[in-house]
């Protein structure tokens, strides 16, 4: 089962490839110490440019962006008490206070270290658990892949919390968007309006943009953020060698950490910002001096920076093996996939098993690396990434996302299409309308159809066809549990409350 | 405490729902030139949208009725329309007078107007970016821009 998994090994270590890994944590550090921007939107704005590009070079900028933009949060919020992602937020609790301390340096130290740590473990994870996995959901015909899509689509409208109407909404609108271009089985024209552009359906890369890459450009002109500036000189950074003993007694904090943030990626809808919560909380409960926290304790920012990187991997455990990405980075991820021709789910192990597992150890390297690219001397350098205008940031993405969805065909029109997804969704970002299942009803939504129609013939229009068997049941079950869970536990908790 | 909006049909919310209820009955119309089975999806998909836009005006109407006032979607209106008029222009004078051009007058120009105002690091920046950009993609990978539709090319 794992023989697959020592096979990728040595494509990864070529040239290209190794060297995107590193590009890609360079480059997520960079974005994640942005704040307003996140791993989601860097992702977003890159996956047109690699179209071009062989599957683990573009596969192994992701992996690096998304390692690296998780560390790359704590920079602003040590140095600033501002989040640079919202998987920070817990990390500026004891951070700030440290710098404020002058400890800057010292809290970046345990913030790269632990990253990795959280990384490392996450990788292993889903090395260990996504193979095994591939192998069951093989067994599945069209109505079980069919109830995987409509289980992915509960999942992350329910369990993401917030307006389940809301989620639903966003669900429809990405199914609805699935469907537009010619149809899989007849061929006719499905709300493509006579527009040639539009006959092979909606590009992912084109709502991807739209979509997580806009708003963040609107709100990054739209608030100017004004901090008086961040001197790397003061941050008091020594070297990481050194400050590595100090840092032995968190090793239980990091195996928590690890523990947490590996089993919220895999939940879909849950996310780093949960399992950073979860892992301070956890760890200050624990504590021998709980009191210290909030000051300035380097335990603080060990447990929250661990566990936000422990959620990267593990969310694509999942998201390769079934199609349903724990966090919307996964889900934008398996967009990226797509783009290569890689169809997330089952057949992906199947078929490109050198890509997949060259991916997982991507993830691997690209934590690893993080030591090396993060250290004292790169702490340092992104520290002063914080001065950079941000109205001038802004205009130069907004020059990336039109370079990359004019790429993708060579045509303005894509162009606008992006700038309407961009304006739907700002408006829904702005009216708490999850993003997520956007993007998943768009991936899931053509594949679900297909899968149905496919069942239906088999049963011959019976529509039974799709409850005949265990594994369908299962699901079927599995996603009523998933769509009143969330109420039956809100209930319960009231009446202990009441009680 | 009262409404301050003059309408409660105003809300953004309630904006919202009446926005998707038009568009998803709009897009209703042409499914029933669709063979059954092709129209299955789609329209389940725009009825479901329907249903849940109907829900989540009633909702708002609710919130408004009990005197909850509803949050702006943005404290700078001005700000975010001057945003997106800038971007939409970007993209069409990339379209109509070239790639080129339009980037070179956009990057400072946005820059400006939202504050960084450093003539120097706006030139410095302009010529960094378009001259990466012609590097990388026009003279490393031979990616062609448009060259714009209002000199005919």
Not at chain 1, 39 to 61: D, R
Not at chain 2, 29 to 49: D, H, K, Q, Y
Not at chain 2, 137 to 153: A, I, K, N, V, Y
Request: charged fraction near 10%; proline fraction near 6%; aromatic fraction near 10%.
């Amino acid at each position: 089962m794992y023989s697959d998994l020592l096979h990728a090994l040595p494509d990864v270590f070529a040239l290209t490839n190794f060297a995107a890994v590193i590009i890609g944590v360079i480059a997520g550090i960079v974005v994640g110490a942005m704040p307003g921007l996140s791993a989601t939107m860097a992702i977003s704005v890159l996956v047109p440019f690699t179209f071009g590009l062989e599957p683990l070079v573009a596969l192994g900028l992701m992996a690096g962006i998304y390692n690296g933009a998780m560390y790359g949060g704590a920079i602003p919020a040590v140095l600033l008490r501002i989040p640079g992602t919202p998987a920070a937020v817990a990390t500026t609790f004891d951070g700030y206070p440290m710098a404020q301390k002058g400890e800057g340096g010292f809290a970046l130290q345990v913030a790269v270290v632990s990253s990795a740590f959280g990384g490392i473990a996450s990788a292993f994870a889903l090395m260990l658990l996504a193979p095994p996995l591939s192998k069951v959901t093989l067994l599945f015909g069209p109505s079980e892949v069919f109830w995987v899509a409509v289980f992915g689509l509960a999942s992350i409208i329910f369990l993401l919390g917030g307006n389940p109407v809301k989620g639903l909404i966003s669900a429809c609108f990405g199914v609805f968007v699935s469907v537009i271009g010619s149809d899989p089985i007849y061929g006719n024209d499905r709300f493509t309006f006579g527009q040639l552009e539009m006959l092979d359906g909606i590009n992912i890369v084109i709502l991807l943009v739209g979509l997580y890459a806009l708003p963040p450009v609107i709100d990054l002109l739209e608030t100017p953020l004004k901090t008086g500036g961040v001197s790397s000189s003061k941050l008091g950074t020594e070297s990481l060698w050194k400050a590595l003993p100090r840092m032995k007694g968190f090793w239980k904090t990091w195996l928590r950490g690890s523990f947490l943030g590996i089993w919220i990626g895999i939940l879909p809808g849950a996310g780093g910002s949960m399992a950073a919560f979860m892992s301070y909380n956890e760890a200050r409960r624990t504590s021998k001096n709980p009191e210290e926290w909030g000051e300035g304790e380097p335990e603080g920012v060990a447990a929250a920076e661990v566990a936000n990187n422990a959620d990267t991997a593990s969310a694509l455990i999942p998201a390769l093996t079934l199609g349903i990405p724990g966090t919307a980075v996964a889900a934008v991820m398996l967009g990226g996939l797509l783009v290569h021709g890689l169809q997330p789910g089952p057949m992906l192990f199947r078929d490109n098993p050198d890509i997949v597992f060259g991916f997982m150890w991507q993830f691997l390297f690209g934590a690893i690396l993080l030591i090396i690219l993060g250290g004292s001397l790169a702490t340092n350098s992104f520290a002063r990434l914080l001065n950079l205008p941000r109205p001038l940031l802004g205009s130069v993405i907004i020059v990336l996302m039109l370079i990359g969805v004019y790429s993708i065909h060579g045509r303005m029109f894509d162009v606008y299409l992006m700038l309407g997804f961009g304006a739907v969704g700002w408006v829904m970002d702005r009216l708490k309308f999850p993003l997520p299942p956007v993007v998943l009803g768009l991936i899931l939504g053509g594949f679900a159809e297909e899968n149905l129609r496919l069942a239906l013939r088999i049963g011959r229009g019976d529509p039974m066809v799709l409850f005949q068997n265990t594994t369908s049941l299962i699901l079927v079950a599995l996603t009523v549990a998933v769509i009143i869970g969330p109420s039956l536990k809100k209930r319960f908790i009231d009446s202990r409350k009441a009680d | 405490m009262p409404e301050s909006r003059k309408s409660r049909l105003t809300r953004p919310e309630t904006l919202t729902a009446l926005g998707i209820l038009l568009v998803a009955a709009g897009f209703l119309i042409p499914t029933s030139e669709l063979r059954p089975i092709s129209a299955l999806l789609p329209a389940a998909m725009l009825i479901g949208l329907i249903v849940l836009a109907v829900l989540l005006l009633l909702a708002d109407q609710r919130k408004a009725a009990a005197g909850e006032e509803a949050k702006p979607v943005t404290q700078s209106p001005k700000r975010v329309v001057g945003a997106f008029l800038l971007i939409v222009s970007y993209a069409l004078a990339t379209d109509f007078i070239g790639f080129y051009v339009s980037t070179a007058v956009t990057i400072p120009l946005v820059a400006w107007l939202f504050g960084y105002r450093n003539p120097l690091g706006l030139l410095v920046a302009t010529v960094i970016v378009v001259g990466t950009i012609w590097a990388i993609f026009d003279f490393g990978m031979s990616q062609d821009f448009p060259t714009g539709r209002f000199w005919g090319r």
